[in-house]
Structures are given as structure tokens and as C-alpha cells.
């Protein structure tokens, strides 16, 4: 028996997760429930993050957790539950299968069957956002090794046990030699290990075009997390439906299983919701903890469901449905066709199933690394670059030079061009002058001497190499 940690939620989550606990009892899943409160109740006392400690605590014992949607109140700061557990629980891998239920559920993509795991808790949702000038925010796409290594690793291993042939990585890695380069040359080490499964690379904006048009012709997809974030919605909607996607959010100790869709408060109360996308969910995390019998029934009872044309409003089509049916009902339906399998749809088998177990993370020899320059960035309400230049330019000396002024990445000193726009956010590049080397206490005169000559520097960046490679940006342009 394995004990849970539910949360019903908002909306139409009370619904759902009854309809969810229901079907999963009623198929024998060995579970023991705990129940907490989380969501719209607990920020509107007062909690932003949304959750007491107390119910962190269950969590955390537990390990478990099945979430229906909740609702995040707008304005009043408050932060996202679902970013915020990823992050605290350390639930690196978000796992979303998305499969065509053709020819039950509409879909332009009858031969669709793919999983797009997302790495769950970097990049741009790091959260970190500044604003440092009049015109100019920033947000911090934050990328690390370990990051990158744990969540193309599961996605191999992923392939591995659930016999998937191909994985692909998705970036952006043409424009973000940095960052998205990280990912990808970790994705080409790591797939060398696993000579069985074939491997490739896409560019984002021209794999996401063909995804979204020929989604056949992929099998597992590995990706960062805003792009993993998009996509996966996109192929839910275009597999059939968003509502029927569930979603695993998996780490080293804890796990998270919900559904993608939100708390949909309109449909609230009315017995119309379509328990689909929690119930996928909850099927996941029965084979996480081994309870593969029980899920392997339940997904096939669903199949059959559907196959029967037993539908929700929200998939219910005149010409092909059967029998339009509310949350209650539908439940019953699946219930009653636990044990029977489907005819048309592809029965699931379950056998091999449970909770991937990767090794951890183990840290590499620390590079050689080497400070090669700096670059300050400043607040400058003038729009000629060639008259900021005269006045950065007296923080030289004969350690250090003004080696290049962009605006928004592009080069605009030297030889920059009229046309380009610029705001009053300026990165200003400082490089050794010949045979100099510079240290941090070089750095520190520099913004000595910014602070003397009334320079508005609002952020600086070092500029390092690692074993010898530039691991930074040139300016666009240069």
C-alpha cells in the first residue's frame, strides 16, 4: 500500500479528482490517501506561494503527490504553485505524453504518439527579472550542466524502458550559442550511450512547424523548458484535445502527476468537466509506483470508453460520439469497462513499467578558467553611441580597453549604423590592451573610476574562457 498526497484544488478540480479517486479505487490501486489544501483558499488568506507548511510536510513524507488544477488569483504577487513545487521538490523531468485517439476524437493527426519531456526548472522560468532602465527588463535564462545532463539522460532511459526509437532535442542553439549550445553538445554526448535509439537535433521554430504539421514523425521529444512548455500544449490540442493530456513531474526523491489544463471556474459545479486529463495523470503515477496492473486496466477501461463514443461535452462530436455523459458519468463508464479492452485503439501493456532510476548528477573536474575581459552595462538616456563612447572610454588605462558598445545585442561602436534603434541600455565591451592581463581588481578601479565620471553602470558581467574556448557572446554584428 502506498500512501498519496492529493489536493483537489479549484474549479472543476474537486470534480475531477473525485471522478479520478473513484475510478482508481474501484480498479484496486493499492493507495492510502492524504489530502491537503492548496490553491485559491490558501492565497486568499494570505499565503502567496499558495501552500501551508504543514502541507509541505505531507508532501515531502509522502513523495507522491496528485494535483487537480488550481487557481493563481491575478496581481498580489503571488507565485505560481506549480513552478514553485517543481523547483522546491526538485522535479527536474515534466513527462507529457500526447497520443491521437483517432477516429473517437477528432484530430487531423490519426498516427500521432509522442512524449515530450520538458526540463522543469530552468531557463527563462528561473524567474529572475530586473528592471534596469527606463526602457529596458531583463529576464535570466539560467542553464546549467546538471540540468541539462538529468533531463536528456531521462529521456533516454525514458525511450529505453517504454521501447521508444527515436529521441530528438529541440533548441535554439543557432541564435544561443551559450546557452541552448549547452543543451544540445550534453544531448550529443549523452546519446552516444545509447547506441540502440536513434537521435536527432531540430532547430525549435522549424521543428515546432513540423511537429505541429507532421507529428508522426516523432517519438520522444527532449527540450528546455519554455519551448517544452509550448509544445506540449500544442501537441495536446492538436492530438484531439487539451483537456485529455496528463502530465508527470518527476525528480530524484519526489514526484508531482497532474493534469496540463487549468481550473476552467466557469465549468465548475455543472458535472460537465472531463476527468481525462487528471485521470492520465493518475495512471502515470500508478506505474511510477509500480502499481502497473491497476494502471494498465484503467487505461485500457478509458480506451474502451472512448472507443464506445461515451464523451464530454467538450470531445462530443453529433456525427461520431454516442452518448454525451457529465463527469459523474463518464467515470461510471470507464469503471464499468475495467477488465475489457479496447478493439480499434491500441491496448497498453504495462509489464515493464516503474519509476526510472538515474544515477545522480556527479560533478566534472573544474574547467581552467581564465578572466578575459568585462562587459558593464549602463543606463545612457542619449541615442549616439559614438558620444557615449567618448565618455566610456575615459575609464581606460593601459590594462584595460573599450572594445565594443551594443544596444539590444546588436554592435552599434564602432562602425555601427544610424539606422538602428537603440534604448538607454548600453553593454559596454572591455578587453586587455596588448600584452595586459587583467584581474578583478582590475574590474574594481573600473567601476571606481565609472562611479567618478558619473557613469550609471547597472549591472557588469565577467568575460571568461574555459580551457581555453571564449565561453561568451560576440555582439551581433561583430
Known sequence: MTRITIAKGDGIGPEIMDATLKILLAAGAKIEIDEIEVGEKVYLAGNTSGIAKESWDIIRKNKVFLKAPITTPQGGGYKSLNVTTRKFLGLYSNVRP?????????????????????ENEEDLYAGIEHQQT??????????????????????????????????TCFTKDNIMKQTDGLFH??????????????????????????????????????????????????????????????????????????AIHGSAPRRAGQNLANPS?????????????????????IQNAWLKTIEDGTHTYDIFKENSSKQKVGTIEFADAVIANLGKQPSTLKKVSYVNSSALHLPKYRRKEPALKELQGVD??????????????????????????????????????????????????????FKPGSDSNITKNTIVNLMSLAVTNNIDVIKTENLYAFNGMAAYSLGQGQ
Open 185 to 258: 553538445r550534453v544531448f550529443d554526448e549523452i546519446a552516444k550511450e545509447y547506441p540502440e535509439i536513434e537521435n536527432e537535433h531540430w532547430i525549435i521554430d522549424i521543428g515546432a512547424a513540423k511537429m505541429a504539421d507532421t507529428p508522426e514523425v516523432f517519438d520522444v521529444i527532449v527540450t528546455l523548458n519554455l519551448y517544452g512548455d509550448v509544445l506540449s500544449d500544442v501537441a495536446a490540442q492538436i492530438a484531439g484535445s487539451v483537456g485529455l493530456a496528463g502530465s508527470a513531474n518527476i525528480g530524484e526523491e519526489c514526484a508531482m502527476f497532474e
Open 98 to 118: 500526447c497520443m491521437s485517439l483517432h477516429p473517437f476524437v477528432k484530430t487531423k493527426h490519426p498516427e500521432m504518439d509522442m512524449v515530450i519531456i520538458r
Open 134 to 167: 527606463d526602457e529596458v527588463v531583463q529576464c535570466l535564462k539560467i542553464i546549467s550542466r546538471p540540468g541539462c545532463e538529468k533531463i536528456v539522460r531521462y529521456a533516454f532511459e525514458y525511450a529505453k524502458q517504454y521501447g521508444r526509437k527515436k529521441v
Open 376 to 429: 558593464i552595462f549602463v543606463h545612457w538616456p542619449g541615442l549616439n553611441p559614438d558620444e557615449l563612447a567618448k565618455t566610456i572610454k575615459k575609464l581606460e588605462n593601459e590594462e584595460i580597453k573599450l572594445t565594443m558598445i551594443t544596444n539590444r545585442g546588436i554592435k552599434v561602436w564602432p562602425e555601427g549604423f544610424k539606422e538602428t534603434f537603440c534604448t538607454d541600455h548600453w553593454r559596454c565591451r
Open 277 to 297: 486529463g487528471l485521470l492520465q495523470g493518475a495512471i502515470m503515477m500508478l506505474n511510477h509506483i509500480g502499481e502497473t496492473v491497476a494502471a494498465e486496466k
